[in-house]
C-alpha cells in the first residue's frame, strides 16, 4: 500500500457532486463507500466500522461504486432520519465499545436525504469484536480476521509503549547533538502497522517540499492547539534557524544549525516512511537573563511546544497518505540538565517577582528524565494538556515549578 490515499471532506453537497464527477474519489484502505445500509445489515456495518478502528478511516454512505475500478460514480442520498442513531448503536455494542463522529451533506432537494460520514478513529483498544468476530481491512473490503491476525494486533496495541521506550534509549537518538541540555521526541501513530506509508511521497526528487508543507500544515495545527489551551506557547522547528535536508535510512527530514559562530541550538527532524517523526535539539540550558546571581536554567517551554507540534506533525503527515484520524503514541527524553532550574522567565517577567518566584524551585538532580504517553485522536484535535501533564508533570513537580503545569 504505497499508493496515494488522499481523504475526502467536500464542505457541501455541490462539491461532493464536483469531486465525483471528476474522478477524484475512489475506495481504499482507509475509505469506504456504501451505497446504503438495510435495516438487516447492522451487522455489516459493525464489521465494516470495527475494521476500519484498526489502522482510521472513513465510512461514507450514500455514494455508489463502481466495484472494478473502486472509483465512486454517483451519489445515492439515503433517508437521514434516524441513521446516525443506528450508527451510534451499531458502535455501543462493538467490544470493546467505540466512538465515532458522524455528519451529513443534506440533499437540498430533498433535505430529508443525503450522504453520511463516519469517522472512525484509529483505536488504542483495537481489534474490536462485532458479531462475536474480528474484523480487518484491505485494500477495498472488509475480512473476518484469523486467530493469528487478532494475536498479532493484540500484541501490536501492547508493546507500543516498549518500542517508544526503546527507541529513546538507542544512543544514536541525539546523532551528533552536544550533551549540554538535549530534548529528544518520538511519536508514532497510533495503529498504522505500514512500513511503506509514506514511500509515494519520499521517494521523488521534490520529497523536502512536501515536508515542508506538511510542516507548516502541523504548524498551524499546533497555533490553534496553543491558542484554545492559553497552557503552551506556539511553536515551529524554523524557529531553530538555518536547516539543510537530508535523506536518512528510516526516511527524510531537516539537520539545524547554529545562526552564527558554531554557537546556538542544533537539531534534526526525521519523518519515517511509516508515519513517524523523531524530532531532537540540544543546548536548552543557558544562563538566566536579567537575574543576578544568575543560574542554570532548562527551556521547558520549548520541550512542552515541541512536544505539542511533534504530535502535529505525525498526524498531518499520515493524513497526507489517507490514515485519515490516527491517535499518536509519544516519548520524550531529556538528558544533562542537571544541576539547571526550571526558566522560570517562562513564568514571570518582573525581575523582582521572579526572584521571589526562583527561591522556591530547585535544581533538577534526576538524571536523564523520559516519559511516554498515548494521545487519542480526540485529545490531537482539541486539546492535548493532558499530553504535556503525562510527559512533563513529573519534572516540573520535583523542581518546585509544578504549579505551571495543566
Not at 238 to 250: D, M, Q, V
Not at 339 to 347: E, K, L, Q, S
Amino acid at each position: 500500500m504505497t499508493t496515494s490515499r488522499p481523504g475526502w471532506e467536500p464542505e457541501s453537497y455541490a462539491e461532493a457532486i464536483d469531486d465525483i464527477t471528476n474522478g477524484r474519489v475512489f475506495e481504499h484502505h482507509y475509505l469506504e463507500l456504501k451505497t446504503e445500509y438495510k435495516p438487516n445489515q447492522n451487522e455489516e456495518m459493525r464489521g465494516d466500522i470495527a475494521a476500519l478502528a484498526n489502522d482510521s478511516g472513513v465510512l461514507i454512505v450514500g455514494v455508489e461504486e463502481d466495484k472494478a475500478t473502486r472509483k465512486a460514480v454517483q451519489l445515492r442520498p439515503i433517508a437521514l432520519a434516524g441513521f446516525i442513531e443506528r450508527v451510534e448503536n451499531a458502535t455501543r455494542t462493538l467490544d470493546p465499545p467505540l466512538h465515532v463522529e458522524c455528519h451529513e451533506l443534506v440533499d437540498p432537494d430533498d433535505e430529508t436525504r443525503g450522504i453520511v460520514f463516519i469517522r472512525v478513529s484509529a483505536s488504542a483498544l483495537a481489534p474490536h469484536q462485532a458479531n462475536k468476530r474480528y474484523y480487518g481491512r484491505d485494500e477495498c473490503s472488509t475480512y473476518r480476521l484469523a486467530d493469528a491476525q487478532v494475536e498479532a494486533l493484540i500484541r501490536r496495541r501492547t508493546a507500543r509503549v516498549d518500542h517508544i521506550a526503546a527507541s529513546l534509549s538507542k544512543p544514536d537518538v541525539f546523532e551528533t547533538l552536544t550533551q549540554t541540555g538535549r530534548f529528544a521526541v518520538m511519536a508514532y501513530p497510533t495503529a498504522n502497522h505500514n512500513d511503506e506509508l509514506l514511500a509515494a511521497y519520499q521517494t521523488p526528487a521534490d520529497y523536502y517540499r512536501w515536508l515542508d508543507e506538511q510542516a507548516e500544515k502541523a504548524t498551524a495545527a499546533a497555533g490553534r492547539l496553543a491558542t484554545a489551551s492559553h497552557t503552551f506557547g506556539n511553536w515551529n522547528p524554523a524557529s531553530l534557524g538555518p536547516s539543510a535536508i537530508e535523506r536518512w535510512p528510516a526516511g527524510v527530514g531537516r539537520v539545524f544549525q547554529p545562526r552564527t559562530g558554531g554557537e546556538g541550538t542544533r537539531g534534526y527532524l526525521v519523518v519515517h516512511e511509516a508515519g513517524a517523526v523523531r524530532f531532537a535539539v540540544d543546548n536548552l540550558v543557558q544562563q538566566e537573563w536579567d537575574i543576578r546571581p544568575a543560574r542554570e536554567a532548562f527551556d521547558w517551554m520549548t520541550m512542552w511546544t515541541a512536544s505539542v507540534w511533534t504530535v502535529c506533525m505525525v498526524r498531518q503527515v499520515c493524513r497526507a497518505a489517507g490514515l485519515t484520524d490516527t491517535g499518536v503514541d509519544i516519548g520524550i527524553r531529556v538528558d544533562a540538565i542537571d544541576g539547571a532550574i526550571p526558566d522560570t522567565a517562562r513564568v514571570e517577567q518582573d525581575t523582582f517577582r521572579r526572584m521571589g518566584l526562583r527561591d522556591h524551585v530547585v535544581a533538577w538532580k534526576g538524571g536523564t528524565y523520559q516519559r511516554t504517553a498515548h494521545v487519542s485522536a480526540a485529545e490531537a484535535r482539541k486539546d492535548l494538556t493532558g499530553m504535556v501533564r503525562t510527559l512533563f508533570g513529573q519534572l516540573m513537580r520535583s523542581t518546585g515549578l509544578g504549579t505551571v503545569v495543566p
